[in-house]
């Protein structure tokens, strides 16, 4: 079993989107995966069509109490344990109860039978979720928009995977992901060749297609069933090719 966290303290990198993805990806190509959403707000969850979660239904309690994980949700061949605003309050308790952050690395690995590939969906924070989802993975993903902001983000994800290295050593980055590439903008076309140089290993970029993605998520379905024909999910098979290769995975089939 391989976990992967997909890690970016910034916002609108594409985390959520690109651990639903992914996941339904491989799992449709024979893995036997599982999402794990860390961030409060949900999105992973709703763009997967799951809502009404209750705090049972998350790692609250892993987070606090170190208890086991609950049984997860399955949805569209994949098995989720989903979020809510309640991790909200538990990473708050999070705070006075030592050793928390390594509670999902345990109880995650007692798992490592039932499934190939665990995907983590990270918040847009650096608080004790965030960190929680990164000394939990063997491998971090982190994706990395086009844009002046995502470079400047760097500074900060550099630093704060230095500082995880502390409670897991031999965490890495397995493969960084530029996203929101607009092609058709010099903008885009200079700080992609900027990654080029400065990030390493680099995934082929992910294009700009708002439509197509905006409206999986509204329909609360992978990309891969809600439009398999596209130009945007002919990306993602790219990068899960490219996921697999970066963590020495292979599918059943190949």
């Not at 989802?133 to 500074?155: E, F, N, S, Y």
């Not at 290993?201 to 398999?228: F, H, I, K, M």
Request: aromatic share 6%.
């Amino acid at each position: 079993m391989k976990v992967l966290t997909f890690f970016n303290h910034a916002g609108g990198a594409g985390k959520s989107t690109l651990t639903r993805d992914i996941g339904y990806t491989l799992s449709q190509q024979g893995l036997r995966v599982l999402l794990i959403e860390l961030d409060p707000q949900g999105n992973l969850s709703s763009w997967l069509g799951v809502f009404d979660v209750s705090g049972a239904q998350t790692v609250a309690e892993t987070a606090v109490n170190n208890a086991p994980l609950p049984q997860p949700l399955q949805v569209f061949g994949m098995h989720l344990i989903p979020s809510n605003l309640d991790l909200a309050m538990a990473e708050n308790r999070m705070t006075g109860s030592i050793g928390s952050q390594l509670n999902l690395r345990e109880r995650v690995r007692e798992w490592s039978e039932r499934y190939d590939l665990v995907l983590i969906d990270s918040p847009p924070s650096l608080g004790n979720l965030t960190v929680m989802g990164a000394v939990a993975a063997d491998h971090l993903i982190v994706p990395v928009p086009t844009r002046d902001k995502g470079l400047r983000g760097l500074k900060g994800v550099t630093s704060a995977v230095t500082s995880y290295r502390r409670l897991n050593p031999g965490l890495n980055v397995a493969l960084f992901v530029p996203t929101l590439y607009d092609a058709r903008t010099r903008h885009d076309q200079d700080n992609l060749q900027t990654m080029r140089t400065m990030l390493h290993p680099l995934a082929s970029p992910l294009r700009y297609r708002a439509a197509t993605w905006n409206d999986s998520c509204t329909a609360g379905q992978p990309l891969g069933l809600y439009a398999p024909n596209s130009e945007a999910y002919s990306d993602v098979l790219q990068l899960a090719r490219e996921v697999l290769d970066a963590i020495g995975m292979e599918v059943p089939h190949a």
